[in-house]
């Protein structure tokens, strides 16, 4: 299994990057799974979605190269791991630009003859990592964990077929929360390499 580990933050010294690699170190425990880390910022993805990318939604226009080649990059993954801090009750604008710009049409999804959605990305699980600095109760008590993941796992990945087989948020009001969310990600790390086998028999809701 390769794992593509993207994420979306200014800052290599980030809290976001500290738990990426801890989603990596569990991946990577496991003889026989690769993995790799896109850092956005890094490498400066534009995210900004122009004049060609809606010429390639209406069909009238090829791909930009920058999108084609993270679309082939996803096309090496068996996994794609986002890991993003939680800006305004969703992802950070450069994330959903880099979903906006490679989550084609034709790619990450089509339009039968019929007009029905034709979802192309059955073939790639999905684990999102959000990470925030509120505590459990506010996002319960304000409904915020599903309406994220309304928007995300069900409005994007589902709308492409990928199945999510995990969806975190990891909550660090204090210093002992971020050990825990750490360790936490490790064990999502590691979790999902052991867990790969099944994943598209029984994705998680």
Known sequence: MHALVVTSHPSAASFTHAVARQVIAGLDAHPGHTSEMADLTAEGFDPRFTATDLALFERRGAADASVLAEQQR???AD????????????????LKGWIDRVFTQGWAYDEGPDGATVKLLGRLAVQLVG?????????ARHGYAD???TQIDHGIFGYCGAPVV??????HPD?????????QALDIGAGL?????????SPAA
């Open 193 to 201: 390499a052991a867990r790969a086998p099944h994943w598209h028999a």
């Open 131 to 139: 990470i925030g600095g509120a505590d459990q109760g506010t996002y």
């Open 147 to 149: 309406a994220m993941r």
């Open 74 to 76: 996803i096309d090496r």
């Open 79 to 94: 996994l794609l791991v986002l890991v993003y801090p939680v800006y305004w009750w969703s992802m950070p604008g450069l």
């Open 166 to 171: 995990g969806s975190d948020f990891l909550l």
């Open 175 to 183: 210093a002992p929360s971020r050990e825990r969310a750490l360790r």
